[in-house]
């Protein structure tokens, strides 16, 4: 009728489909941002910075002064200058103090990731490691806001307790050529340099400095023991630095440290090199994850009083590479080091990791004097000290005691940690530990055959089942249960248990005791059941889970299909068998 719309005509559908779009990317957008606000900072954080303010900015003092020579050597190191380095401390350590996922986590420029940076500078100059640091913020950001950092979980307490060891001897390794009162000649294998070193020394006896370094490593062990609350660090280098200027040492000072920041700026942004920098920008962001996600662990075992957050380190090291580049700076994550000596200082909250950056902040600016004496050895003892307590005897004790293959495991990961580097020490833990959990789920997986009683139908017995044995045979029922995890490490059991039957006859598979099922075993079952029906045998399947019933009737590529051949229980089966045998006496007769 003119004048008048029939309902469902095109009209009326956007009108009324407008709405319910508009909900729908109301609710996908609403999810965005609670996700993200997530990962801010909230009321906690704020709470925890007011409980002992003190002990945080003594500890962050502390950390500032073991900070800024590294902070130096790595800017150094990574072919930017020492400029470069400290502003990464200020910008990336103010940044992720606040949003990082770790309350304890100090980051800055790492020695690990010179390994990355140095081939960049040479390929594409300064600018090209400030873009791909760049791009590995925004690599960074996006995983956290997808979840990924839930997997650092999954990495082995083995594998965390060897590469904390690990760590805690390149720490120590690091600090020889200072205590020993020389200068590192090239950047090498930490263990080399430190067998170089004490190679020169025997020729060239000069204990002052290894006194020196020693006695600081020894007045922090055994000051923060007793004392806790004294910032013994502060103490210990105050008195070196004294004694330094009192007696002529000779000791190797820090220097002068240049003045200010660069001024924020853009010019590192060229887009024709954003191809050619990914394979670099994922490296730093692998790099950037593994070693915050791994010192947030490492924290988390040396009694953190809360526990760190994964996805949120992430976005706090994604936001800090991602400003980092307009500084200058070079691409930074958390570093066990400085968080080692910010936990050992009695930090409590984030606000020490921020006073850590805001003294660096001041020393860039106008305090640069005040550092520029304090010895070289007495920063070596404080690391000393540092890695020496990040060893958790009694924990790996506990290992020793109770596991063999841990042992290897924390022992191996380890020996890479120190000779090869650390990406290479967790990768290759990770392996391990995972082939050695594979086998051991792979022993936990089960056949066992449950006798009949004698008139064929048989009842299971479970109790008197000690392995596969027997078949089917003259018209009888065989029963086989299967327990524990069924998965591609364990299949090949499958074909060989049952090779050995023929037909005619019926074979029950009870799968209740079946805890996992994978995709691999899936399909061997499926075969099984079609080289069993060629042999004149017939496979029932009783007690398969929901879960592993979708399984096998979508992977399984057996005729007839497998869901003509599962039973809700073994009795249900046995009847079934029973009804499938006395159809076959009854043809034959």
């Not at 090239?186 to 263990?191: C, E, G, I, N």
């Not at 820090?254 to 024709?272: E, K």
Request: aromatic share 4%; charged share 15%; hydrophobic share 55%.
């Amino acid at each position: 009728m003119p004048g008048r719309t029939p309902a469902g005509s095109s009209f009326e559908g956007p009108a009324y489909g407008a709405p319910q779009t508009g909900i729908a990317v109301g609710r996908r957008l609403g999810g965005r941002l609670s996700r993200l606000g997530e990962l801010l900072p909230g009321r906690a954080d704020l709470a925890a910075m007011r409980r002992h303010p003190r002990r945080d900015v003594l500890a962050g003092l502390s950390v500032a002064v073991v900070a800024l020579p590294l902070a130096l050597a790595y800017g150094a190191a990574s072919g930017l200058g020492a400029r470069a380095g400290l502003a990464t401390a200020v910008v990336a350590g103010a940044l992720a103090a606040i949003f990082g996922g770790g309350a304890l986590q100090v980051s800055g420029p790492t020695g690990a990731m010179t390994v990355v940076l140095i081939p960049v500078v040479h390929r594409f100059g300064p600018g090209g490691v400030m873009l791909a640091g760049a791009m590995a913020g925004v690599v960074l950001i996006a995983a956290a806001l997808v979840r990924l950092g839930r997997f650092a979980r999954c990495v082995p307490a083995a594998v965390v307790e060897g590469f904390a060891v690990g760590v805690a001897v390149v720490i120590a390794l690091q600090q020889v050529p200072a205590a020993l009162g020389q200068v590192t000649r090239r950047h090498d294998k930490v263990w080399r340099e430190a067998v170089r070193a004490v190679t020169d020394h025997v020729h060239e006896l000069r204990p002052a400095p290894l006194l020196m370094a020693v006695a600081v490593a020894a007045v922090v062990m055994t000051g923060n023991r007793w004392l806790p609350k004294v910032p013994f660090p502060l103490v210990a280098i105050v008195m070196a630095t004294v004694i330094a200027e009192a007696f002529p040492l000779g000791l190797h000072r820090i220097g002068a440290v240049p003045a200010g920041l660069p001024a924020p700026s853009l010019d590192f942004m060229h887009p024709d090199l954003l191809a050619a920098l990914l394979p670099s920008a994922l490296a730093i962001a692998v790099l950037a994850a593994l070693e915050g996600l791994l010192s947030a662990a490492v924290v988390d075992a040396m009694g953190g009083d809360r526990p760190s957050d994964p996805d949120r380190e992430l976005f706090g090291q994604g936001l800090s590479n991602l400003a980092v580049p307009l500084f200058g700076g070079v691409p930074a994550t958390a570093t066990l080091a400085r968080t080692a000596v910010n936990v050992r200082c009695g930090a409590t909250s984030r606000l020490a990791a921020l006073t850590h950056a805001i003294v660096l902040a001041v020393i860039a600016f106008a305090a640069g004097g005040l550092v520029a004496d304090i010895p070289r050895t007495a920063l070596a003892g404080l690391m000393f000290g540092a890695a020496v307590r990040m060893i958790k005897v009694a924990s790996l004790a506990s290992i020793l005691r109770t596991s063999r293959i841990d042992t290897l495991i924390v022992a191996f990961t380890c020996t890479v940690t120190v000779a090869v580097n650390l990406i290479a020490a967790v990768a290759a833990g990770v392996v391990i530990a995972t082939l050695v959990t594979i086998a051991t789920l792979a022993r936990g997986s089960r056949i066992e055959a449950v006798p009949c009683t004698a008139d064929g139908a048989g009842t299971p017995r479970p109790d008197i089942a000690d392995g596969v044995t027997g078949g089917t045979a003259g018209g009888g029922i065989s029963l086989y249960r299967l327990d524990g995890p069924w998965f591609f490490a364990t299949t090949h059991r499958l074909l060989a248990s049952f090779a050995h039957l023929t037909g005619p006859g019926v074979v029950i598979l009870n799968m209740a005791g079946v805890s996992a099922l994978d995709l691999t075993a899936a399909r061997v079952i499926g075969e099984v059941i079609t080289f069993l029906r060629a042999r004149g045998v017939t496979v029932l399947l009783a007690g398969v889970r929901p879960d592993h019933h979708r399984l096998l009737v979508n992977a399984a590529d057996a005729r007839p299909s497998l869901v003509d051949l599962i039973h809700s229980d073994p009795d249900a089966a046995l009847s079934h068998a029973r009804s499938l045998l006395a159809g076959a006496d009854r043809r034959t007769s």
